[in-house]
């Protein structure tokens, strides 16, 4: 099993992770902020990722710093436990519904850093404590930290809640299907380069 731990201490958080990619999507997450556990707790499940997150961090000012490092951390857990990225598939992509809403999400681990994230999420707030702008704050992290390209486009949706989530749940189902082994070249780099870190 493709595996990781990661610990990070700083002036603003503290965060213990484990992350197993070849897991069942079982999940035991902490953060201090309820709607960004549940929408980690969602990723985990729909990307079939063990996942462990414990994060003691400053949401006494905002949630800033604890969604962003928490990103961090993910994405560092994850280009980790895929090392050399041999005979992952690369590719991923999701279009996925959630009542009205209906997001686009793609992912190409390349090893070039990048998200463009096309969002038009009504509110500023979701619970008390998530503002919706770390949405993009947090697949920036985790692009720059796993070494991908990320695609999130909002096609349809209202309800900020529904758009957030279908945004987490694609995601997960993309980066799924991307670092999943190809059974057709499981001992290749699958680039041309010969190497995508």
């Known amino acids: 099993m493709r595996k990781a731990k990661i610990t990070r201490n700083t002036a603003e958080t503290n965060i213990q992770l484990s992350l197993a990619i070849d897991g069942k999507g079982d999940s035991q997450i902490q953060t201090g902020v309820g709607f960004f556990d549940h929408m980690l707790t969602l ?11 414990s994060c003691d961090g400053d949401i006494q000012v905002d949630a800033h710093h604890t969604v962003e490092d928490v990103a961090i951390v993910l994405g560092r857990a994850f280009s980790q436990g895929l090392g050399n990225r041999k005979g992952i598939t690369r590719y991923g992509s999701m279009l996925l519904p959630m009542d009205e809403a209906l997001v686009m999400s793609a992912i190409d681990i390349s090893g ?7 969002l038009h999420i009504p509110s500023e707030k979701i619970g008390t404590q998530f ?5 993009e704050e947090f697949f920036i992290a985790f692009a720059r930290e796993l070494g991908a390209t990320i695609h999130l486009h909002q096609i349809a949706g209202k309800n900020s809640h529904h758009i957030v989530e279908a945004t987490f749940k694609g995601l997960a189902r993309a980066l799924s299907q991307a670092v999943a082994i190809n059974p057709a070249a499981p001992e290749e780099i699958p680039s041309t380069k010969g190497t995508i870190l």
């Open 43 to 53: 990723f985990a499940k729909h990307g079939r990722f063990d996942l462990r997150i």
């Open 112 to 118: 070039r850093a990048m998200a463009v994230v096309e």
């Open 131 to 135: 503002d919706t702008e770390l949405v």
